[in-house]
Nanobody, 122 residues
Framework: QVRLVESGGGSVQSGGSLRLSCVAN?????MGWFRQAPEKEREGVAA???????SYADSVKGRFTISQDNAKNTVYLQMNSLKPEDTAMYYC???????????????????WGQGTQVTVSS
């Protein structure tokens, strides 16, 4: 069982930046970041594979960057130019197996963190 622990959430004004971190206690071939706002479905934001391949949702392309430190089993999400619509609980997730394309679908992930809140004010 892989355990994931997120950190780095907080409150920021529109246009600001935050960096989320997620540490895994084991090997994770592919990892992703998801977010869920109140009364909305959970959506994939960004995903990465250990060899560096990445995927992004259209809504965050050019603003968010996902990266992995394989030695530390850690994935990061650098979020720049934040908007109020980015406000949500952000979750880290990991797959148990290799992924051809880092997935943005929640069903393809086996392990989930508890989440970290990101609030962007206008």
């Amino acid at each position: 069982q892989v355990r994931l622990v997120e950190s780095g959430g907080g409150s920021v004004q529109s246009g600001g930046s935050l960096r989320l971190s997620c540490v895994a206690n084991g090997y994770t071939p592919c990892m992703g970041w998801f977010r869920q706002a109140p009364e909305k479905e959970r959506e994939g934001v960004a995903a990465s594979r250990r060899d560096g391949r990445t995927s992004y949702a259209d809504s965050v392309k050019g603003r968010f960057t996902i990266s992995q430190d394989n030695a530390k089993n850690t994935v990061y999400l650098q979020m720049n130019s934040l908007k109020p619509e980015d406000t949500a609980m952000y979750y880290c997730a990991a797959t148990s197996g290799w992924c051809d394309v880092p997935p943005l679908g929640a069903r393809q992930y086996n392990f989930w963190g508890q989440g970290t809140q990101v609030t962007v004010s206008s």
